[in-house]
Nanobody
Framework: QVQLVESGGGLVQPGGSLRLSCAAS????????MAWYRQAPGKQRELVAT???????NYVDSVKGRFTISRDNAKKTVYLQMNNLKPDDTAVYYC????????WGKGALVTVSS
């Protein structure tokens, strides 16, 4: 059974940092492309960052230069380092794994507020 479990969310002030983690189990992690999505209240889910099995990364324009996605295949974990957070980054962040089939975590809430 495939499981993706996000952690590291919470409340942070504008300008602060958080690191999200997503621990995977039940799949051959290294061959999967991994991604982080987010969904803000009243908005559609959007793709934030991706990292392929070859370690190629891509980001939505709004987070470029502030967020960094990385992966540790030995730990079967993908990370999202988020710096200089803004109130618009407030959302539930979801981990996604895809290789023919797509799997989702349950999400981690990130709230950026003073």
């Amino acid at each position: 059974q495939v499981q993706l479990v996000e952690s590291g969310g919470g409340l942070v002030q504008p300008g602060g940092s958080l690191r999200l983690s997503c621990a995977a189990s039940g799949l051959s992690f290294s061959i999967y492309a991994m991604a982080w999505y987010r969904q803000a209240p009243g908005k559609q889910r959007e793709l934030v960052a991706t990292i392929t099995s070859e370690l190629r990364t891509n980001y939505v324009d709004s987070v470029k230069g502030r967020f960094t996605i990385s992966r540790d295949n030995a730990k079967k974990t993908v990370y999202l380092q988020m710096n200089n957070l803004k109130p618009d980054d407030t959302a539930v962040y979801y981990c996604n794994a895809r290789y023919a089939i797509s799997y989702w975590g349950k999400g981690a809430l990130v709230t950026v507020s003073s």
